[in-house]
């Protein structure tokens, strides 16, 4: 599975958008971009995915550059529970496969009031 | 409709002592995963299971033995407790289609003294 970047730690002010980067340069393509987010002492919660379309749900939206080799997570309208670690992970899509998926180190993000 | 299931929620150990953590899921999904989060770090994958009666390594599987004992349940062992095994586990299933969606448990807090 093709490795992320992602920034260590961004800050938001509540209200505003935060939008969260991630880097996947060597994504191959039949891969897909994941993004979860992981609120303090839960476990991981799916926010969204996409190939090459954006993408956008009542979470989140999703944009995929053109060449494929990065994405942003866009949260619209940034809330104090949206402080949590976002996780971005790339894998192929493989019907009816078990394949692992790998979380990296994420990025931080604190929205501030 | 509970989900993820893992028990216990909290666990101390000593070195050497050995035990199960427990993981169910509800939702009729084929792939389980385990995970472990030390402070500071992202999830890193201990052993997966594409499918009832298969079994794979991740990461970090060393220390680790896993069971899928049926469809629904997932199992975690840890047969020689040693201090650098003290983290959060995460037990998480998926359905294999074209939904990748994860969904995980709340976790189990593992102290190994």
């Known amino acids: 599975d093709a490795k992320t970047t992602q920034p260590t730690s961004m800050d938001c002010a509540e209200g505003r958008a935060a939008n969260l980067p991630c880097n996947h340069s060597t994504i191959s393509g039949n891969e897909y971009v994941y993004w979860y987010r992981q609120i303090h002492s839960q476990g991981p919660q799916y926010i969204i995915h996409?190939?090459?379309n954006n993408e956008t749900n009542e979470m989140a939206s999703l944009i995929i550059t053109e060449d494929r080799k990065s994405s942003t997570l866009i949260l619209p309208h940034a809330t104090l529970r949206d402080t949590a670690v976002y996780y971005c992970i790339v894998r192929p899509l493989i019907y009816n496969q078990g394949g692992k998926l790998i979380f990296g180190q994420g990025t931080e993000l604190s929205v501030k009031p | 409709n509970a989900g993820v299931t893992q028990t216990p929620k909290f666990q101390v150990l000593k070195t050497g002592q050995s035990m199960t953590l427990q993981c169910a899921q509800d939702?009729?999904?084929?792939?389980m995963y385990w995970y472990r989060q030390d402070p500071g770090m992202g999830l890193r994958l201990i052993y997966y299971?594409?499918?009832?009666?298969?079994?794979d390594k991740g990461e970090v599987p060393n220390g680790y033995n896993v069971s899928r004992l049926n469809k629904r349940e997932f199992s975690l062992r840890l047969e020689s407790a040693a201090p650098s095994q003290t983290s959060v586990y995460f037990c998480?299933?998926?359905?294999?289609?074209?939904?990748?969606?994860?969904?995980f448990g709340s976790g189990t807090q593992l102290s190994v003294l």
């Open positions: 939702m009729n999904h084929n792939s």
């Open positions: 996409g190939l090459k």
């Open positions: 998480a299933s998926r359905v294999d289609r074209v939904d990748e969606k994860l969904f």
């Open positions: 299971s594409a499918s009832e009666g298969t079994t």
